[in-house]
């Protein structure tokens, strides 16, 4: 190597390791809560997207560590509010998540302010309110109401159940079946209720079982479409449920599934 491109190349290398460097004293700052060291790095080119070895962005560690004022600085400077961290069974969440699960609400403010969706469906961990509910964050949960945070309908599949063959939902329905008894005399106690005849079932309506507050407040009876949302995605239908199970998006399947479940009854109820 001569001594120009060898110059080169450890210019290049000392410039890779000054961004190295900058990012992970970004991440220090952030963690912190230190603005003026924020500032500094920003001004002096450190990556606002830079991750960690855990994956965290300065914005995501910001907000775990309730930093709102560093957090509004990372914004500015164009930090991904969309950013998934992710753990071993897959994505834990978003920097709104983060902020949740602290209880900051500062910061979960700041980010819907900032025009983070309060319905974002995480495919790991659910919707910001799903967070907030079971983690017991009641305050932060009135927070994501104020900004619109809901229960999620899923495109109906009526005229999709009435058309294909329930047989073709009993396998989906094995998913299901590791909580849930199917039997007409469910015999043992699963982390689920059982399922027999659960179209047009009250909510909520097996005695005995200790159901969360959000499926309880849920009201009415198991209609085609509402069975369909939650299937679809029980933590956007009913955030805070403890139904562990991320859903089934696809329109088919589910209405395999539902019109296998249908069947599952001495009087199957009329089709939608
Ligand atoms: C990991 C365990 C688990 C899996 C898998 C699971 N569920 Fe559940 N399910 C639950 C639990 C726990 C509840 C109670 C939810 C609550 O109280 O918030 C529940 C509740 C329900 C309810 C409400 C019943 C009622 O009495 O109101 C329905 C309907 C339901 N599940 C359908 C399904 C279907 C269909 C599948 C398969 C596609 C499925 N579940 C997969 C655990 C599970």
Known sequence: MG????????????LLV????????????AR?????????????????EATDSGGATPLYVAASEGH?????RLLA???NTRHQVFGFVGSIGTPIHAAIRHGHLGVVRGLLEAGVDPNLPDDGVGPP?????????????????SFGARSIQAEPVDALIASVDPAAGEETASACAVCH???????QPRAGPPLWDIVGRSKAGIPGFEYSEPLRKLGGRWTYEDLSSYIANPRSFAPGT???????????RRAALIAYLRSLSDEPKPLP
């Open 242 to 252: 403890k139904m562990e199970f991320r859903g089934i998006a696809e329109p088919r």
């Open 77 to 79: 400077a164009g930090g």
């Open 18 to 29: 000054g961004l190295e460097a900058a990012a992970a004293e970004l991440h220090d700052a």
């Open 68 to 72: 709102a004022a560093v957090v509004a």
């Open 129 to 145: 309110l799903h967070t907030a509910l079971r983690n017991g964050q009641t305050a932060a949960a009135e927070l994501l109401r």
């Open 181 to 187: 008894e199917l039997a007409r005399h469910p015999e």
């Open 32 to 48: 912190q809560g230190d603005l003026v060291a924020v500032e500094r790095l920003l001004a002096g080119g450190a990556q606002v």
């Open 3 to 14: 001594p120009v491109s060898c110059f080169v190349a450890s210019t290049g290398l000392a």
